[in-house]
Each structure stands twice: as structure tokens, then as C-alpha cells.
């Protein structure tokens, strides 16, 4: 999906659907390779009990501002339509407090995305992605 | 030079108590050898004898191993005092330094750092040891796992954004089964329906 957003004029981003940890449902997430990290919405950490360590804390600078947060490795599955799904342990930020007007969940490059290979089709609206090959 | 420097058992720097000569002269002596002097010898001293020479061996090997370098000693016991202290600046040093990394996103790099300071002996604290822990796990599985597009989904998001604008919302093929201000109520609704398929959920800003 590369827009999810209410005005189909704006800026197209890309969407991609996922399952992260033992959540029964998937979720939509944009993949985003200027973040470090995964940031999903803090009622979907709550739900999956994750909460913020202060022993650990980090300072992340996003364009909403910097946020405060501790770092916690969670598995999100990729979910494919064609082929195997990959199940990848990702670095997420457990945030202090979220802004409010956060938009959306984020997969983030080096938590996530540098982890296995990937590639986008525009023209197809496509998302390909695999396991890095066994050397 | 005769022994001048011994090391007490205060390990106080003093000299030797054997010197019965002014400290002066013996400064002379030794700064001029043509002065025949034997040092040991207080009836020699001053004296220049033209024929023969009589060697003075300054036995300076000796005195100097009995000088130590006490700051670097770690048989004193006030050291061992210091030892804990000096762990935690270790710590508090390698934590600033992992908190850098990752704030900055250089998740490998504090990997590194974590691993050269656990393999150079250091006992990481429990706080470093943790972030080990969860760093370190990184795995990349092969599901056979497979879930239907969601372009449905995608298109009812963009054409119902206004009506459930702030709200949770669990959609299915073209239509949402359950909606609601919280994640929970919304999966304890998706949980009652027992669908025959996962809806996703997703939370329109």
C-alpha cells in the first residue's frame, strides 16, 4: 500500500501489513528507512506488555521532536501473499510518552529492515523481501 | 651512590639512617670523581692522588630497585578501596558510551562494544548485561505462513478516514467488524465475532 493517508494527493508512503509478537491481528506499518528503530503506538506495546525501562533509557530524535524510551527486541512477522513470510526480531523503542498526534507504527532500518533484503516495485505496488542467503 | 632511600613499612620515603657525613659533601663527592675519595671512607675524603687511581664503584643498581614506585603499587591497602569505585567509572564510562550508540542508531557498533568489553575480562553490569541481552538477539525466520492482500482494506481506510477519524478500527475485506477508542475494546470485539479471518486494525489519525 503506498497511501493510507485520508488525501490521496499527499506524499505517497509505503504501508505494509504485519503481525508483531502475539497479537492475533495484523497491523498496517510504514516502512520508513530514515528511523532507526520500530516506533508503533504505544496501546499496542501496552497490549503486548511492554513498557518503558528508565534503567535503559535512550533519546531518539524524530521529526516530532525527540523522544525518551528504552529499547526492547520483539518479533514482528512480514506478512506475504505469495511465498513465506519472515518473522524477524526487531529493535523497538518502548517510548516514556508518546506524542500525541503521533501518526502511524514505523519499521525502521537498523532495527528492522538492515536484518534481510528488500526491494520495492512501484509500478506494481510491491513489496519484496527475503532472508539474507546462508553463506 | 650508597644506599640513601629505603622504603619503611609506612612505605614513607626517609633516608637511610646509616649517613654520617654532611649531605653536601657527599653531593661533591660524587659529582667529582677526580676527587679520589673512596665514600665509604671519611679519612680519604678530599684527597687527590696523582699515581694511582682508585676506582669508586657506585653500586647506584642497588639503591635504585630499593626505591619503588609506590603510586602504582596495588599492595597498599587503601587500593583496594578504590577497586569498586573504579568499577562503577567503568561502567558509568561504558553506558554513557552504549546510550550514545543507540541513540544515534548504531545498534551493531554498541554490539561491538558490549563484546570487547565483555571479552577483555570486565563484569558488565546488570543494566549493560541486559542491553546485551536484548541486543544481541537478531534472527531473521523463514515462515510458511501466507495472508491474503490487503488492498481492500487499504481502499475502505482512504474512502472512511473522516468517519473514524481518532478511532480503532478492525477491517475486513471491505468492511469494518469492530470499532472503538481503545486497541483492547476493539480486539475483545474481534475476539466475540470469532471470524473465520484475521481482520487488520488500524488506528485512523
Known amino acids: 500500500m503506498d497511501d493510507l493517508v485520508g488525501n490521496p ?53 524524530t521529526r516530532l521532536g525527540p523522544i525518551k524510551g528504552s529499547i526492547e527486541m520483539i518479533r514482528l512477522t512480514l506478512l506475504a501473499h505469495e511465498g513465506d513470510s519472515l518473522e524477524v526480531e526487531s529493535a523497538f523503542l518502548v517510548p516514556e510518552f508518546m506524542p500525541a498526534s503521533w501518526p502511524c507504527n514505523f519499521i525502521g532500518y537498523a532495527g528492522c529492515l538492515q536484518r534481510f533484503c528488500f526491494a520495492v516495485d512501484p509500478s506494481q505496488n510491491l513489496f519484496h523481501f527475503g532472508k539474507y542467503p546462508e553463506i | 651512590m650508597p644506599e640513601l632511600l629505603t622504603r619503611s613499612e609506612n612505605t614513607a620515603l626517609r633516608l637511610s639512617p646509616g649517613c654520617g657525613m654532611p649531605w653536601t659533601q657527599r653531593i661533591n663527592e660524587f659529582a667529582n670523581p677526580d676527587r679520589q675519595a673512596i665514600i665509604h671512607s671519611p679519612r680519604n675524603y678530599g684527597a687527590f692522588r696523582s699515581n694511582k687511581k682508585i676506582e669508586t664503584v657506585f653500586d647506584t643498581n642497588v639503591s635504585i630497585s630499593r626505591v619503588e614506585p609506590l603510586l602504582f603499587t596495588t599492595e597498599l591497602p587503601f587500593f583496594q578501596f578504590l577497586q569498586p569505585i573504579g568499577d562503577k567509572y567503568r561502567d558509568l564510562i561504558l553506558y554513557g558510551q552504549i546510550r550514545t550508540l543507540l541513540s544515534e542508531g548504531m545498534i551493531s557498533k554498541a554490539i561491538k562494544v558490549l563484546l570487547e568489553a565483555r571479552t577483555s575480562g570486565y563484569p558488565l553490569s546488570e543494566r549493560l548485561q541486559r542491553l546485551y541481552t536484548i541486543l544481541y538477539r537478531q534472527s531473521a525466520v523463514r515462515k510458511p505462513i501466507t495472508s491474503a492482500p490487503r488492498t481492500k482494506e487499504a481502499a475502505w481506510i482512504k474512502n472512511n478516514w473522516d468517519a473514524y477519524r481518532g478511532k480503532w478500527v478492525a477491517i475486513l475485506d471491505d468492511q469494518a467488524v469492530a470499532s472503538g477508542c481503545t486497541l483492547k475494546e476493539v480486539l475483545a470485539e474481534v475476539k466475540k465475532k470469532q471470524l473465520s479471518r484475521s481482520p487488520i486494525v488500524h488506528r485512523i489519525q
Open chain 1, 9 to 61: 494527493s499527499e506524499n505517497s508512503k509505503l504501508y505494509i501489513p504485519v503481525k508483531i509478537g502475539d497479537l492475533p491481528n495484523d497491523f498496517f506499518a510504514m516502512v520508513d528507512t530514515g528511523a532507526p528503530y520500530c516506533i508503533f503506538q504505544a496501546e499496542i506495546l501496552e497490549a503486548l506488555g511492554y513498557t518503558y525501562d528508565p534503567a535503559c533509557k535512550i533519546t531518539v530524535h
